[in-house]
């Protein structure tokens, strides 16, 4: 009988600890998991988001990765991410691109950035001029000395060619010649992967001059953030100051360099999709853009 009853308890534990891993399997199985690439500008806002919602939502894993904005569309156009974090616009041709893959792209606007144009502290210059800027870049400026700093030659750091910071500043800064040519960078100009990296060699370099989002730059110390002139006659306005960005200055355009952040998804998205982006909009979402140093939406 002792033998009967052990072998009937025995085939309860079993069956108890087979329905306990069923379940934990079943749980596994409904994780909502949610996929973000793109901007590396927007990589520690994204992750921040990212972060506090999974917190809220335990049974949601939100995975962010960079790469840049033209890595993270083309990925949601390849349909192998649902979010695809970008700091510029689609361009028409992958608007076009997206129509004849059957995706349909909805734009979200997330946040706003400025992109500071940076130097090593040691750099006694203050500020510079949109034309300055668009003359250091294109390679028409050469040395320091020209424009009133020291007698020490211009080294170009910039971002590779897929980043929207690269886009913007291309078509916002560098702009278009008299023949309506677009205007690329200087040869000598040394391609950095990701904002980090360009970061450290201004940092490191009392000859460099970059260019990145200021949400990334505002609290560092190892290298200036110069003040921009829309024009000769205009006020220099700083997008940060005292490790502090310049909120207003963004909102109103009177900081010359700014831009908005975006996030595109392949229409309204699943019902995942829709409670994250609902997250990020809501004023949860855009207190997280304050306090990562971004610029959040203005308040309607």
Same mark, same amino acid.
């Given at each position: 009988?002792?033998?009967?009853?052990?072998?009937?308890?025995?085939?309860?534990?079993?069956?108890?600890?087979?329905?306990?891993? @069923? =379940?934990?399997?079943? +749980?596994?199985?409904?994780?909502?998991?949610?996929?973000?690439?793109?901007?590396?500008?927007?990589?520690?806002?994204?992750?921040?988001?990212?972060?506090?919602?999974?917190?809220?939502?335990?049974?949601?894993?939100?995975?962010?990765?960079?790469?840049?904005? $033209?890595?993270?569309?083309?990925?949601?156009?390849?349909?192998?991410? #649902?979010?695809?974090?970008?700091?510029?616009?689609?361009?028409?041709?992958?608007?076009?691109?997206?129509?004849? /893959?059957?995706?349909?792209?909805?734009?979200?606007?997330?946040?706003?950035?400025?992109?500071?144009?940076?130097?090593?502290?040691?750099?006694?210059?203050?500020?510079?001029?949109? &034309?300055?800027?668009? &003359?250091?870049?294109? @390679?028409?400026?050469?040395?320091?000395?020209?424009?009133?700093?020291?007698?020490?030659?211009?080294?170009?750091?910039?971002?590779?060619?897929?980043?929207?910071?690269?886009?913007?500043?291309?078509?916002?800064?560098?702009?278009?010649?008299?023949?309506?040519?677009?205007? &690329?960078?200087?040869?000598?100009?040394?391609? !950095?992967?990701?904002?980090?990296?360009?970061?450290?060699?201004?940092?490191?370099?009392?000859?460099?001059?970059? %260019?990145?989002? +200021? $949400?990334?730059?505002?609290?560092?110390?190892?290298?200036?953030? !110069?003040? +921009?002139?829309?024009?000769?006659?205009?006020?220099?306005?700083?997008?940060?100051?005292?490790?502090?960005?310049?909120?207003?200055?963004?909102?109103?355009?009177? %900081?010359?360099?700014?831009?908005? /952040?975006? =996030?595109?998804?392949?229409?309204? $998205?699943?019902?995942?999709?829709? &409670?994250?982006? #609902?997250?990020?909009?809501?004023?949860?979402?855009?207190?997280?853009?304050?306090?990562?140093?971004?610029?959040? !939406?203005?308040?309607?």
């Amino acid at each position: 009988m002792k033998i009967k009853n052990t072998v009937i308890l025995i085939a309860i534990l079993a069956a108890t600890l087979l329905f306990v891993t @069923g =379940c934990k399997k079943k +749980v596994e199985v409904e994780k909502t998991v949610l996929s973000v690439k793109g901007s590396d500008t927007m990589v520690n806002l994204s992750q921040k988001w990212a972060e506090n919602y999974m917190k809220k939502n335990t049974n949601a894993s939100v995975q962010v990765t960079g790469g840049g904005s $033209g890595t993270g569309i083309a990925a949601l156009l390849n349909k192998t991410v #649902d979010i695809a974090n970008a700091s510029r616009e689609l361009k028409e041709k992958e608007y076009a691109k997206a129509k004849e /893959l059957g995706i349909a792209p909805k734009e979200f606007k997330v946040a706003l950035d400025g992109i500071a144009v940076i130097v090593s502290p040691e750099n006694k210059l203050t500020e510079l001029t949109l &034309d300055q800027i668009r &003359d250091l870049f294109i @390679g028409k400026i050469t040395n320091w000395k020209e424009l009133g700093g020291a007698d020490l030659p211009v080294v170009l750091y910039g971002r590779e060619n897929s980043s929207g910071t690269y886009e913007f500043f291309k078509e916002h800064v560098l702009g278009k010649d008299q023949r309506g040519n677009t205007r &690329d960078f200087a040869n000598s100009t040394q391609v !950095l992967q990701g904002t980090a990296a360009l970061g450290e060699a201004i940092a490191r370099d009392v000859k460099g001059v970059g %260019y990145g989002g +200021v $949400g990334y730059f505002a609290e560092r110390t190892d290298v200036k953030i !110069l003040k +921009v002139k829309a024009s000769e006659e205009a006020p220099a306005i700083a997008p940060a100051e005292n490790g502090n960005v310049n909120y207003e200055a963004i909102w109103n355009g009177s %900081y010359s360099i700014s831009r908005y /952040l975006y =996030c595109y998804t392949n229409g309204s $998205g699943d019902q995942k999709i829709k &409670d994250f982006m #609902d997250f990020i909009l809501s004023q949860e979402g855009q207190d997280l853009v304050k306090q990562m140093e971004y610029i959040p !939406l203005p308040t309607k």
